[in-house]
Structure formats: structure tokens, C-alpha cells
Nanobody
Framework: QVQLVESGGGSVQAGGSLKLSCLAS????????MGWYRQAPGKERDLISR???????RYADSVKGRFTISQDNAKNTLYLEMNSLKIEDTAVYYC????????????????WGQGTQVTVSS
């Protein structure tokens, strides 16, 4: 059974930094990709960054150049390093993992963590 547990959220002033972690148990990082989403109050959950199993990364325009996604396969952990935080980055941040179907096929973002709150203040 796949379990994802996020940590590292908190409160920070604008311009500050945080690093989120997502510990994945029962999941093989080598097979499929993972991603970070966020959901602000009253808004939809949006994908902000993904990393494929070959290490390819991509970012939403809103975080490009400020956030960095990475993973440590040995530690079964996905990270999101967030720099130059803005008030509009305030949201609950979720990690998600793809489901491997076999034959190299994956269903994106099948498994979800419980989320971690990030609050950026002025």
C-alpha cells in the first residue's frame, strides 16, 4: 500500500524559504513520476511541479525560477524547495505519486498525501 506523508510546511515571511518533504512508503520511484500540487482557500488544486522517473522536471509559470523539485530515491523522499516566497504562495501543499500499471504505463497522481500548510505573510 502506497502512503505519502508531507512535512516541512509552516509560516514564513514573504521572501523567505521553506523546504517540503514527502516520504513515500510502498512506492517505487523508478517506475513513474511524482508531483507537488497546492490548493489555496476557495481555489482549485493546481499542479505546480512534476518530476518524471527519468528525472525530467517541469514547473508552473507561477513558481518557475523560485521552486525546485527533487527526489532522493535512497530515502524514498520527494522534495520541494521553495525560495522567494510570496503571499500568493499561501496554500495547502500536496504531494502525489503516479500509479504504475505495468509495461511502462502510469496513471498520473493516483496517490495523495494529506497535505501540509504553507502560510506566507508580509
Amino acid at each position: 500500500q502506497v502512503q505519502l506523508v508531507e512535512s516541512g510546511g509552516g509560516s514564513v515571511q514573504a521572501g523567505g524559504s521553506l523546504k517540503l518533504s514527502c516520504l513515500a512508503s510502498g512506492y517505487d520511484f523508478a517506475r513513474c513520476g511524482m508531483g507537488w500540487y497546492r490548493q489555496a482557500p476557495g481555489k482549485e488544486r493546481d499542479l505546480i511541479s512534476r518530476i518524471s522517473n527519468d528525472g525530467t522536471t517541469r514547473y508552473a509559470d507561477s513558481v518557475k525560477g523560485r521552486f525546485t523539485i527533487s527526489q532522493d530515491n535512497a530515502k524514498n523522499t520527494l522534495y520541494l524547495e521553495m525560495n522567494s516566497l510570496k503571499i500568493e504562495d499561501t496554500a495547502v501543499y500536496y504531494c502525489a505519486a503516479d500509479r504504475h500499471l505495468g509495461g511502462g504505463y502510469c496513471i498520473q497522481s493516483t496517490y495523495w498525501g494529506q497535505g501540509t500548510q504553507v502560510t506566507v505573510s508580509s
